[in-house]
């Protein structure tokens, strides 16, 4: 039981209130007793979480680095949660800033099948940021959702995706919509020699995941669409880790929201739109950019990037996909805050500039450069 | 698509920002898109949200009641969830106060397979309040987590639970803490007469649950917990309409937290601890009750307690289950708050109050009149 981990939380309050909860969140985290049950030995030496770093932030902010023994996680994603932050998550004025996973962790987990490298590769665009879009608005029947994506790639959207509110309804249901526009995609692509993929959305029952997927692969999908927030974090992994799916990974936001929009409390957008989607497996991470409908700060958006690239273990980056909301004129702006590295995720935008929507995404294209 | 069901949410704002969130709020769960870019026709008579009814709670927070068409959740519970939440939850200022499903969704959605009446005849525990009590702490060999169960069921205890902390890990395997603590229970259950039951914790990777559960299952588990803020909660609503699996569900809060813990954002206790639990069937719903180790309310608590018991179609009242470092002492005043329609969750209380586990258990129960 050697090995251990770290997560960085950040707490609330005066010094002395802020080191009792470190003391806490130790105990609480793991044995989930008051410190004078913890019996001597292996638990009190190993089991229990240990405070290897604690300093101010500021006057009522503090920073506790804890380390965990990796083997409280049974080396699963989803025990990995409740030691990082399970019953803590229920106080208020603590958050989970960042985490640092162990070498067998990282292992572990497969983490991201493609990547940035591998996603360029299979669209072949080796340079310059991509651009995603959506396939909305719900309401329009698959015929109507695979003309959009036709369009689209015969603009050269390199990634379209169903909105994320499409998965299975009556008035559009999910096996006649990927295959209409999973053949819409390549009809397009034999247009054009480009490799545009289609990305369905598959979150669904539990139940109903594997069959979604395999429907969709043998459909022609080039990548799949799923909102971890709604399904577990486990079950992208899964998908991520499993041979027979071998499709890049696309992850939505829904839900998720209500773990980091609280700044003291929950865990970091570094965190939820960064690291776990790696060590889960996502390819590229849709979260909304700053300056569009939501509310995220230029900072939290930098700490997400940094989240999707920063050195862990032999993951490959993944690429940041800022949407929600983003207008075509900003994009000079945004190419300098995140580099060529990034998926645009451009929606309306894409739809209202004119009715020539091959126009609109070949006009994209070009404001990135290609 | 003329049924609909609907969603409360809180808004902070003046009444104009409050009002124009609503308007947005209608076509960011649904189409996505802004105003003019909804089409008319069914797309905007019916697939969009529907202001219902809107009001002031205070001059800086207002009430929003939204319908959403029951054929735009396609019958998924993850979808649900997508429809009531997805995008808004990245929303700072927006909560979900309560969710008013349709007929159509009720029925769609088991529910509680058990509820209290049905968690009681098993238990043969027909009124008063039930004792429910966690194996820990990790770190302890499955022989020593056996031996408690053992104690515990030989003085009582209704409900006995593996900490939420147990899954899989090397030091405890979920095969062998099973089978030894089935077979505690079991024993003691020969001695007394009673019908106590052991609850192993089945949260695991979702390509592993299935084997646990069934393993729980064969090996005498007399109920499940599982931790739906780790595996999705639709992962518990296949468990509990699952034919084969016919046991009933502890619901565990472990990461859900991060969803309530902020009052104007996320969802509310009702919802998260009380309402979808009873969508996703759960028996019984365990949260941390007020004046314990974390910071529930009286009111938040008491919201809890009306999601788990008020009418909501055909779904049984399930029993709130409140925990986190509730003392012994504390019984009377919780009873008179509660009522005898609860469980009762005790950990280090019933650990600590002397070293006589069977004792202290029956203690407990002399202090709700068993």
Request: net charge negative.
């Amino acid at each position: 039981m050697q090995e251990r981990f770290t997560v960085e939380y950040h707490i609330v309050g005066d010094e002395n209130s802020a080191l009792e909860q470190a003391k806490i969140i130790r105990l609480e985290q793991t044995v989930e007793v008051s410190d004078e049950l913890v019996p001597p030995g292996l638990i009190r030496d190993q089991v229990i979480g240990q405070i290897e770093h604690f300093a101010a932030l500021n006057s009522q902010l503090f920073t506790a680095t804890i380390s965990y023994a990796v083997d409280t996680t049974a080396l699963e994603l989803t025990q990995l949660l409740n030691v990082i932050f399970g019953n803590t998550s229920i106080k208020a004025g603590i958050r989970v800033h960042r985490i640092d996973l162990s070498p067998t962790l990282l292992r572990n987990f497969g983490g991201p099948r493609f990547g940035i490298a591998g996603l360029r590769k299979q669209l072949n665009v080796l340079e310059k940021p991509l651009l995603c879009t959506a396939l909305k608005p719900m309401g329009k029947t698959p015929e109507q959702i695979a003309e959009l994506a036709y369009l689209f790639a015969l603009g050269g959207v390199d990634v379209i995706k169903d909105d994320h509110g499409l998965t299975n309804q009556s008035f559009c249901q999910f096996e006649q919509r990927v295959t209409l526009c999973a053949q819409a995609v390549q009809r397009a692509n034999d247009k054009t020699g480009k490799n545009c993929v289609y990305a369905p959305h598959v979150t669904a029952p539990s139940t109903e995941i594997k069959a979604r997927v395999t429907y969709a692969k043998q459909a022609g999908a080039g990548a799949l669409l799923i909102a971890p927030g709604l399904t577990g974090f486990d079950t992208m992994r899964a998908l991520a880790e499993d041979e027979q799916v071998n499709l890049p990974l696309i992850s939505h936001p829904a839900l998720l929201g209500s773990m980091v929009i609280s700044p003291h409390n929950g865990l970091s957008h570094r965190v939820i739109f960064g690291q776990l989607q790696r060590v889960a497996g996502a390819d590229a991470s849709i979260y909304p950019n700053y300056g569009g409908r939501f509310g995220f700060s230029q900072a939290e958006c930098q700490s997400i990037a940094q989240g999707c690239q920063e050195s862990m273990g032999n993951y490959p980056a993944i690429f940041p996909t800022p949407g929600g909301g983003m207008e075509l004129a900003r994009v000079p702006e945004l190419l300098q805050f995140y580099g060529d590295d990034v998926m645009f995720l451009i929606g309306g935008s894409l739809y209202s500039r004119s009715p020539d929507l091959v126009e609109n995404a070949q006009y994209f294209l070009s404001l990135v450069g290609r």
